[in-house]
């Protein structure tokens, strides 16, 4: 057993090209933190979350995260905050995967 609820979720995620694939690494009554794995050339549509602060983890690869009227390509490891209400997303622009993790709180 470990405590390690990263690599079992997302190890076995392998999207194809345009395609993101996700999964839900914690889950309580007040935070969520899911893993989203982008494939080469997809993306992450952007959106906001009024009741919730929102934090991107950049664990693997180079994406482009979007926020608010900004656009910067990140390395792993990144941490992007996202406020609330504040528009943000991400995109895969190389040939490699990226993988991003979102922790979401409190939980609307």
């Given amino acids: 057993m470990t405590l390690d ?3 079992d979720a997302v190890d076995g ?3 194809d090209a345009g395609a993101v ?3 839900e690494l914690v889950v309580t009554d007040d ?8 494939g080469p050339g997809a993306t992450l549509d952007a959106h906001e979350h009024g009741d919730a602060t929102n934090v991107f983890h ?9 926020r608010g ?4 390509s990140l390395s792993a490891p990144a941490v992007v905050l996202n406020e609330r209400g504040t ?4 995109r895969n622009d190389t040939d490699e995967r990226a993988v991003i993790t979102a922790s ?3 939980l609307p």
């Fill in 5 to 7: 609820r990263y690599a």
């Fill in 13 to 15: 995620l392998e999207p």
């Fill in 21 to 23: 694939e996700t999964a």
């Fill in 31 to 38: 935070v969520l933190v899911k893993a989203f794995t982008l």
């Fill in 58 to 66: 950049v664990l693997e690869g180079e994406p482009t995260v979007v």
């Fill in 69 to 72: 009227g900004e656009e910067e």
């Fill in 87 to 90: 528009v943000h997303g991400a």
């Fill in 104 to 106: 979401l709180c409190p």
